[in-house]
């Protein structure tokens, strides 16, 4: 069909092979076909790819249960392998729900991890161990959102790009967790702070819990809020907002602070998981929350995206984590499986969008 | 022929003098087009001739430019035959039909803004030589076609983001003929340009039909196709409704109600008989921006109308952002009901009771993106949220109600704004002010692009939310616009208001004279 002359015989029947078209699957699904109506809060395209990740997802459990089918065939180990892979995610997933909103809002945030360490750091001091795990949580939140807040100064007083502002507090917050650290490791003294991540409840891991509710508040946030709306309209066109009366730069700094928000609330998890804290810790955090939004779908020209789709992202890249481990290659290996794993989804996405969906809406004309 | 089956009564023969003299070059044949939910084309029929310039009439969403992305190989139809110089043809893709000689100039521009002029005129097929793009050659032959359109004084080697929608739309008009086309489609191709560039872009089109050349034109302005038109072809609902009626002879009540279905006064909204206005709304003095404007002068009272005529260039556009904040004022003051307010301040402009459709749709006003509903409230998503919580079921209905009153095409507010044809976007970046207690409304350019029943809706809507008491600044380059909907007109001439007074003592050449930069009006008063 691509290489076939400029010139050919209409077939009475063609086709409808058409790369405009793509650009209105998100009308369709909007379009009011009443039982799909449960995708408008986060938008038709979104719940397709969704759907995509889930497949990924389940591929990747065939993989391991293929090789380690030993271990597969014990339903026990099987559940707590699961858990295992939601705690590993649980970190990340947190940074990741703030990378989200500031993605979708137009920018974007290298500095997650250095925010995650500076937090940690700072909050595992001995001055600050001293008032308690209730004075660690404060001090991290708040260093998150002050950085966050520096951030998004930065980008939208003082017109920095949000690249260049962000990598510049990678490096500035990573030497100032090294300084303060005087480049130790901190250990956390704090017994309810390091129980964070040693307690279950109900059989489920409280780091577990805390993603769920990040993400649950980061989806709430984006689809159901004022805030989540200025996201999407600033993100989509920052012009058109601001002559709307959103205020474009006020909503940018708000990204950053909540981008913070996430590393700060990271910071104490990881910290407990570690049960210290040091200037390296979440190293290249960055990366993976990056990573795993691009792959959930969200734009990174900003003004479309998904919570879950983000979600499902890090989820992805901690089960092949775990499958490597269970199969006992090495990180080598897994990094240049998960640099792979990033294009795929995207090429995943495109052919879905290209031609599968065609092929869906074809049989649906159809039968409808 | 098919399309002549579908003509009916009134004394319609392809008589045309030019049309009879050329052979048929295109023909369509009920051509089908379906997008999700949509029939955008519904069976077609199109005949057009070497070196006629033959007209598509029809509303907004009627598929006019699905049509034209049709012979572009932008879209491909579902059935139906494209017969193009004697061939059953179907285009892959855009390039495939640009080679075979038929050029395309879209509704919505489709220049890359970071390139310059000649890189745009010659995207995708550039003069090269050993792999590398000749770019002198490339520049000669930009100003040389440049010339042509006459238009010279624009640098092949500017970015395109710096020129002003003229001539933007001059660009794409030159890339055009930098094909050797046969076939050259213009789609609402006068929406952005001035009186005077009309004429420009008129005298270049005689050129090509002289030359044999065919060119297809779309436009919901009557008089521009009685004017260059030879003979129309009419869609309703992606029908053909009519098929090469001359374009001079047929009447106009003909034209429109084979466009709508039904017969539409398309006259002006009547002024009140006892003067609502009220008290002084906005107040604007002394407003200056160099390079602009200089010294603008104004004043809106609550329930008045009040037009600015200009060309494109004038500094209409710019004052009305300023006074909204979107520019900051460099001297002068802005006050809404006396209050003086922020100068480059949106934030404090929406919070006095202030609404601004702005000039370009697409870059100024639309997510593209989302959905209807959330376009048309994105100025008000915040007043229906309780405690932050965005009311979507609200959102819904308030949008439906502005759909419903300016005739959106489809009405499902659901449907991503994307998808809409241009008229309709255009409504819905008009309707975004309608909602909410806006007190004073700056449109600029609200008809760009909205055929004439919905137009008469839309002025009908703006002469009633005058009567609420909602003062109205409209700017349009479209004369009897202005003269017809304003109770008051300034007109504008490079960046100064050159005259002001009541709507009934300016007549349309009076405006065109003080519009024009003639030497005659140098010593007009002010
Ligand atoms: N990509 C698309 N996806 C879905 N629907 C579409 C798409 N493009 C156009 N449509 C629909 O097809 C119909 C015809 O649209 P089209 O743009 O051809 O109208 P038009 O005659 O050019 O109108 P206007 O005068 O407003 O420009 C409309 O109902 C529009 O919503
Ligand atoms: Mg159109």
């Known amino acids: 069909m691509t290489d076939s002359p400029p010139t050919t015989k209409l077939p009475a029947q063609s086709p409808p092979v058409d790369p405009a078209e793509t650009e209105a699957v998100g009308g369709r699904a909007a379009a009011g076909v009443g039982r799909l109506s449960w995708w408008h809060g986060d938008g038709g395209e979104g719940a397709k790819r969704n759907l995509a990740l889930i497949g990924v997802l389940l591929a990747l459990f065939v993989i391991g249960a293929a090789t380690r089918s030993d271990l597969y065939s014990n339903p026990d180990w099987v559940w707590a392998n699961m858990l295992s892979i939601l705690k590993l995610a649980s970190v990340v997933g947190v940074v990741t729900v703030g990378m989200t909103f500031v993605i979708i809002g137009g920018g974007i945030d290298l500095s997650v991890g250095a925010i995650v360490a500076l937090a940690g750091v700072w909050c595992t001091t001995v001055a600050t161990q001293s008032f308690g795990a209730g004075g660690m949580i ?5 260093v998150g959102i002050a950085v966050g807040l520096v951030n998004g100064t930065l980008i939208a007083y003082g017109r920095l790009v949000p690249f260049i502002a962000t990598l510049a507090m990678l490096v500035a917050a990573r030497g100032l967790a090294a300084e303060i650290s005087q480049k130790q490791t901190q250990i956390s003294q704090n017994s309810t702070i390091n129980g964070i991540a040693s307690t279950d409840l109900l059989g489920i891991p409280l780091l577990v819990y805390i993603l769920a509710a990040v993400v649950a508040a980061g989806w709430v946030l984006l689809n159901r809020t004022t805030f989540g709306r200025r996201t999407v309209a600033v993100g989509g066109n920052p012009e058109a907002a601001r002559l709307a009366g959103i205020n474009v730069r006020l909503h940018t700094l708000l990204l950053y602070a909540l981008s913070g928000l996430c590393c700060g609330i990271a910071a104490i998890m990881l910290t407990a998981q570690a049960t210290s804290a040091q200037a390296a810790m979440a190293n290249l955090y960055e990366l993976d929350a990056i990573a795993a939004v691009i792959i959930g779908g969200t734009l990174l020209s900003g003004g479309r995206g998904t919570i879950v789709g983000s979600l499902l992202g890090v989820i992805i890249f901690a089960t092949i984590t775990n499958l490597f481990a269970i199969n006992g290659l090495s990180t080598e290996a897994q990094n240049m499986v998960k640099g792979g794993i990033i294009v795929a989804a995207v090429l995943i996405q495109q052919i879905q969008f290209g031609s599968l969906s065609q092929f869906f809406r074809r049989n649906r004309l159809t039968t409808s | 022929m098919t ?73 491909r139809p579902d059935s139906g035959h494209v017969e193009w110089r004697g061939e059953a043809v179907s285009f892959a893709n855009p390039q495939a039909a640009m080679r075979s000689g038929i050029a395309t100039i879209y509704q919505e521009l489709d220049l890359v803004e970071d390139l310059s002029v000649a890189e745009n005129a010659f995207l995708g097929h550039e003069p090269r030589r050993f792999g590398f793009i000749r770019r002198g050659h490339m520049a000669s032959r930009t100003r040389q076609i440049l010339g042509r359109l006459g238009h010279a004084e624009i640098p ?64 919901h302005r009557l008089e521009e196709i009685r004017e260059i038109g030879d003979r129309v072809t009419v869609l309703k609902d992606g029908r053909t409704t009519a098929a090469n009626l001359p374009a001079r002879e047929t009447p106009t009540s003909d034209l ?51 037009g600015i005529a200009g060309l494109v260039g004038s500094g209409r556009s710019e004052v009305l952002e ?21 100068p480059g301040s949106v934030g404090a402009a929406v919070k006095a009771g202030m609404g601004m459709a702005p000039e370009e749709r697409k870059s100024q006003a639309l997510l593209l993106g989302e959905p209807i509903y959330r376009n048309v409230t994105l100025a008000t998503f915040s007043r229906y949220a309780r405690f932050g919580f965005t009311d979507a ?131 007009a008063p002010a």
């Not at chain 2, 092949?156 to 001059?170: I, S």
């Not at chain 2, 794409?172 to 094909?179: E, F, G, I, V």
């Not at chain 2, 009547?270 to 002084?280: Q, W």
């Not at chain 2, 304003?486 to 300016?506: F, I, N, Q, S, Y």
Request: glycine share 10%.
């Open chain 1, 138 to 142: 404060f001090t991290a939140i708040i």
């Open chain 2, 3 to 75: 399309g002549n089956d579908v003509v009916s009564g009134t004394g319609v023969s392809p008589a045309e003098a030019p049309a009879e003299g050329g052979e048929v070059v295109l023909r369509l044949t009920d051509v089908v087009k379906t997008f999700p939910g949509v029939r955008a084309l519904d069976g077609v029929q199109l005949e057009v001739r070497a070196g006629e310039v033959h007209c598509l009439l029809g509303q907004n969403g009627a598929g006019k430019s699905t049509l034209i992305k049709v012979l572009a190989g932008v879209h």
């Open chain 2, 156 to 219: 092949p080697n500017r970015m395109v983001r710096a020129l002003p929608a003229a001539g933007k739309q001059v660009v794409s008009m030159a890339r055009a003929l930098s094909h050797e086309a046969r076939l050259i489609i213009m789609d609402e191709p006068s929406a952005v340009l001035a009186h005077d560039e009309v004429e420009n872009l008129f005298r270049i089109i005689r050129e090509l039909t002289a030359q044999g050349i065919a060119v297809i034109y779309i436009s």
């Open chain 2, 256 to 306: 429109v109600s084979r466009m709508t279905g039904r017969t539409i006064e398309y006259v002006f909204p009547d002024r009140p008989t006892e003067s609502v206005v009220g008290d002084d709304l906005l107040q604007v003095d002394g407003l200056t921006r160099s390079g602009e404007f200089a010294d603008v002068s104004l004043s809106v009272r609550a329930g008045e109308i009040v």
């Open chain 2, 322 to 342: 300023t006074i909204y904040g979107a520019r900051t004022a460099e001297a002068g003051s802005v006050r809404m009901a006396g209050r003086a307010l922020r």
């Open chain 2, 393 to 523: 079921s609200r959102e819904r209905a308030e949008a439906d109600r502005i759909a419903e009153n300016l005739e959106m095409r489809p009405r499902d507010v659901r449907r991503a704004v994307r998808t809409l044809s241009g008229g309709n976007q255009q409504k819905v970046v008009v309707g975004r002010w309608l909602l909410g207690d806006t007190k004073l409304l700056l449109l600029d350019e609200p008809t760009r692009g909205v055929d004439v029943g919905a137009r008469a809706e839309l002025y009908q809507v703006i002469r009633q939310l005058a009567a609420q008491g909602v003062g109205v600044l409209l700017v349009s380059s479209e004369v009897p616009e202005v003269l017809g909907l304003a109770d008051r007109v300034l007109v504008m001439r490079e960046g100064r208001v050159v005259r002001t007074a009541p709507a009934g003592e300016l007549d349309e050449d009076t405006v065109l004279d003080l519009v024009m930069a003639g030497s005659l009006m140098e010593g």
